[in-house]
């Protein structure tokens, strides 16, 4: 199918882009990689009478390390930037490591980490991480710019803290604490396609091995990224053993998830992949400190 009809906008700086999005709020849609926006639009779930283009607006696509070790990531820097970043590589590892899961590569050569965080499919990736990640979105609109952190940012299905008017420009994700690790997993029915559930696990110990901090997000298992906090009380001030990992797994898997059935997997399938893959995070989380 082909869209209906729509006025276009290419905004050459965010004050102009923001000044639109002001104007047509309730009838208009930023246009990012368009790997989402556009089928919506085909299929006419969505039709905005006016589409604000963010791929000529200068600025947005900036990568850059801040002073106190923050990575600050334009909303239009595209997935596969993330994946090929020595920056991304060397300061947010679990980003590197999990891009390759996102869609196929034609895709994130358009797709954008700001597109990935506002369209908030449960089964993404990029809000999982984000979550995880402890990152701020920068939300801007005209005259006024406000930070949310990720896990505030997500509400419901399909629903942010993002208003009409603003735009996403930012995503500040802050240092991780020495003596941290991370690792993802996921599993789809083949690669490139949404995940039936995965997991994103970022777990800190002291010297001696008990654990201080510990973040353990699913995806595609509840209406948004699922942090599951109780797992990660069972972890942290206990030294770390395979057996306890289990143990916050199970928790995690059994009291702090909300999957559905659906065509690809029954909700007790989904469950049971939490679990298998929450314990394979956490210990791959634990091996790469
Ligand atoms: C076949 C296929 C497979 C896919 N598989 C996966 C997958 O496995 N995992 C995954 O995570 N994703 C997957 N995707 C989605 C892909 O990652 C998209 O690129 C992403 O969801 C949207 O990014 P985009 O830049 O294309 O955004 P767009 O499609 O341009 O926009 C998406 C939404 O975000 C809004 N928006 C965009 N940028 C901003 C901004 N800066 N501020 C405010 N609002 C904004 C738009 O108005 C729109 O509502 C898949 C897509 C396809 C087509």
Excluded at 46 to 59: F, H, R, V, W, Y
Excluded at 76 to 100: D, F, G, N, W, Y
Excluded at 130 to 138: C, I, K
Excluded at 165 to 188: N, Q, Y
Aim: with cysteine.
């Amino acid at each position: 199918m082909k869209p209906a009809p729509f006025a276009y906008q290419s905004p050459k700086t965010l004050v102009e882009a923001l000044q639109l999005i002001a104007e047509h709020s309730d009838d208009a849609k930023l246009l990012a990689g368009g790997q989402s926006l556009i089928p919506v639009m085909n299929f006419r779930l969505a039709q905005p009478g006016m589409l604000i283009d963010l791929n000529q607006t200068e600025g947005l696509d900036t990568l850059t390390l801040a002073a106190d070790g923050s990575l600050e990531i334009g909303c239009m820097v595209r997935q596969s930037t993330l994946e090929k970043s020595m920056l991304i590589k060397e300061h947010a590892p679990l980003i590197h490591e999990t891009m390759p899961w996102v869609a196929h590569s034609q895709i994130r050569n358009r797709g954008t980490i700001g597109g990935s965080l506002v369209h908030a499919d449960p089964a993404g990736e990029l809000p999982v991480l984000m979550v995880a990640l402890q990152a701020e979105f920068e939300l801007q609109k005209v005259g006024q710019s406000r930070r949310v952190s990720a896990e505030a940012f997500y509400i419901d299905l399909f629903e942010t803290e993002l208003q009409d008017d603003e735009i996403l420009t930012k995503i500040i994700i802050p240092p991780v604490p020495a003596r941290s690790g991370s690792s993802f997993h996921e599993v789809a029915r083949r690669h490139g396609d949404y995940a039936m559930a995965g997991v994103a696990a970022v777990v800190s110990l002291d010297a001696s091995g008990t654990c201080t901090a510990c973040r353990l997000v699913y995806l595609n298992v509840g209406p948004k990224p699922m942090l599951a906090t109780g797992a990660a009380d069972m972890l942290i001030g206990q030294p770390i053993t395979p057996e306890l990992i289990t143990q916050a797994a199970e928790h995690a898997a059994e009291h702090e998830i909300e999957p559905n059935g659906d065509i690809h997997a029954s909700a007790d399938y989904r469950r049971h992949l939490a679990k298998v893959l929450g314990q394979r995070a956490l210990n791959g989380a634990v091996q790469k400190i």
